[in-house]
């Protein structure tokens, strides 16, 4: 069973930066992809960024450019850093991991205000 926690959330205007952060219990954390999701109110949860356990990366169009994926297998972490932040970033992000199973955090609320 994988375990994973956000943090790192907040309100921020327009513009801003955010830094998340996603926690694994995992023992073999190195293994795992992981990536990053979004929901906004009233709308289905969206794919927003992945990095997979050989470092490769991947990014949604709408945050291309703006949002970095990155790993520490040291601190079995994940993190997203936002730049450029925009209202419609406005969104509960989930950190998800794919070992075996799929795993989903509890959720950390982001909030940009314009």
């Known amino acids: 069973q994988v375990q994973l926690v956000e943090s790192g959330g907040g309100l921020v205007q327009a513009g801003g930066s955010l830094r998340l952060s996603c926690a694994s219990s995992?023992?073999?954390?190195?293994?795992?992809?992981m990536g990053w999701y979004r929901q906004a109110p009233g709308k289905e949860r969206e794919f927003v960024a992945a990095?997979?356990?050989?470092?490769?990366?991947y990014y949604s169009d709408s945050v291309k450019g703006r949002f970095t994926i990155s790993r520490d297998n040291a601190k079995n972490t994940v993190y997203l850093q936002m730049i450029s932040l925009r209202p419609e970033d406005t969104a509960i992000y989930y950190c998800?991991?794919?070992?075996?199973?799929?795993?989903w955090g509890q959720g950390t609320q982001v909030t940009v205000s314009s």
């Open positions: 998800n991991a794919k070992h075996l199973g799929t795993y």
């Open positions: 990095i997979r356990w050989s470092g490769n990366t």
């Open positions: 995992g023992r073999t954390f190195s293994s795992y992809d």
